[in-house]
């Protein structure tokens, strides 16, 4: 059978603005390109139309691409802000071709569930959890009812199929179907600054998180956690060197570090082995040893993330528990002093949040001296604990297109106004990067990181714009205030 998955453009932007999210980092579909890949070893044919890749096209085109070798069926993956492009696109392909299969998957599709096709005509199936083995017994003319895993229509009824069981050995998967992307990899560009060496490609080495962080969707790989060995994680970092020449990896695992023994015996085979290439990673406060640490960087490691989130102590303790601030003081000085460099993820308009816990957070944010810094607009979705008592704690926008952690769509009881929220977060963004500390050090590594500024200068206006974005919002807030 001829398939085609789908990335599609979604919405990863501020509306009404010029989206330049992917011109400072475009990531591979990784979870499509692993379903392209098990479905080509079973002998299907397999196109994948990133909407979102460096040649993407308008719908028109991306319906024209998506057609040409008439697929007996489309699969969709789909986050929250992405679903209604998704389905636009459905109903497109449906209009003219009526008998194609259109088939939903991804973390939004796995949270709502059969609810979907009650509400929209023009998706066919759902493929709930995992999509390997359900969209190969689909490709295998495999009946429906037999499907685990799968939603779909009889008649005026919605069946839900039991759902599947996670597959227990990610080391049987093939390597992602990375061909499948015209432009790999010097068109997916990683983050800007983050890297020294181009060209780059990311990758994921596990599956589902044993941690219940209040905000965090696991409706796809759920709570267990499954891993590819050493040996696996060297194949394909070996496979991404040699085919396609990739200088830098970002890994891109929540809890890269969980099990320490493969972690080791990883970075033994690079120090040994050496591939000729850097990583990044994400460590968890508690799993990063000072050893640890030191193999990490002896392997190649430049950077890791820690998710930190806030520097409310009683926040912490509701939406990330496990982890404490002076832990986390000491994990960033240790990560530091293995020559390591350190990246902070934190999050701003969690429920409880307050202007003072805000200020605390940017306190934090300046004391620890980071390298780099991600702050991100609390989004609830709608298969993370929050989700089912995210009235109680504030006012809720759910505007799909808009629940793309760009975009502040929930405003905490504690929070005066919509437009506060937004000047506390363009004022402690800005307070960062403006630090004269952070800057010294940033000067000090521009000629490392001359790859990205000079992919900065190609694409000046699209970062001008996203500046004016910005700065306007600031000027607005100005006014209001």
């Known amino acids: 059978m001829h398939i085609v998955l789908v990335h599609p453009a979604g919405s990863n932007w501020i509306p009404g603005k010029k989206d330049v999210s992917a011109t400072a980092n475009r990531m591979a579909p990784l979870g499509l390109l692993s379903i392209a890949a098990y479905l080509e070893q079973r002998g299907h044919s397999v196109e994948v139309e990133d909407c979102r890749g460096p040649f993407a096209a308008g719908r028109e085109e991306s319906v024209r691409r998506i057609l040409k070798n008439n697929p007996g069926f489309v699969g969709f993956s789909t986050t929250t802000a992405g679903f209604y492009d998704a389905y636009d696109l459905a109903c497109w392909l449906k209009s003219l071709r009526p008998e194609i299969k259109t088939i939903f998957g991804g973390v939004h599709v796995s949270a709502m569930g059969g609810e979907l096709l009650r509400r929209f005509e023009n998706i066919d199936l759902l493929c709930l959890g995992e999509g390997e083995e359900t969209l190969a017994q689909l490709a295998a003319g495999d009946n429906f009812i037999k499907i685990q895993g799968l939603a779909f229509r009889e008649k005026e009824d919605v069946i839900v199929n039991p759902p599947r069981e996670p597959i227990p050995d990610l080391d049987s998967l093939p390597l992602p179907a990375y061909e499948k992307l015209p432009g790999f990899p010097e068109k997916y560009n990683l983050p800007l600054f983050s890297y020294i060496n181009t060209p780059g490609a990311t990758m994921i080495t596990s599956r589902g998180c044993p941690y219940q962080c209040s905000y965090c969707d696991r409706s796809v790989f759920k709570r267990g956690y499954r891993y590819n060995s050493s040996s696996y994680i060297y194949e394909h970092m070996q496979y991404l060197r040699q085919h396609f020449k990739v200088r830098h990896i970002i890994i891109y695992d929540d809890l890269f570090t969980l099990h320490r023994d493969r972690i080791e015996t990883l970075c033994e085979m690079l120090i040994n082995k050496p591939l000729g290439l850097q990583f990044n990673c994400a460590v968890r406060v508690g799993h990063a040893d000072d050893a640890l640490l030191r193999l990490l960087k002896a392997a190649g490691c430049l950077m890791v993330s820690i998710g930190i989130e806030s520097g409310e102590p009683s926040l912490l303790e509701v939406h990330k528990p496990g982890v404490y601030l002076d832990e986390v003081r000491d994990t960033v000085a240790r990560v ?17 949040e307050t202007a003072e816990s805000i200020r605390k957070t940017s306190d934090l944010v300046m004391s620890l001296e980071l390298d780099d810094m991600n702050m991100t607009k609390f989004t609830p979705f709608h298969g993370a604990p929050v989700w089912k008592t995210i009235l109680t704690h504030g006012q809720l926008q759910e ?52 790859h990205s500024l000079l992919h900065l200068i190609r694409h000046l206006p699209d970062f001008l714009s996203a500046m004016q974005t910005f700065e306007s919002r600031k000027k607005q807030e100005s006014v209001q205030k």
């Open 336 to 352: 530091r002093a293995a020559g390591l460099r350190i990246k902070g993820l934190f999050m701003m308009g969690l429920p409880g």
């Open 399 to 450: 505007d799909w297109r808009k629940m793309n952690c760009m975009n502040f769509v929930f405003l905490p009881k504690e929070i005066a106004s919509w437009e506060m929220l937004d000047q506390l977060y363009n004022k402690h963004v800005k307070r960062f990067y403006s630090d004269p500390k952070w800057r010294k050090r940033f000067r000090g590594r521009i000629w490392e990181h001359r």
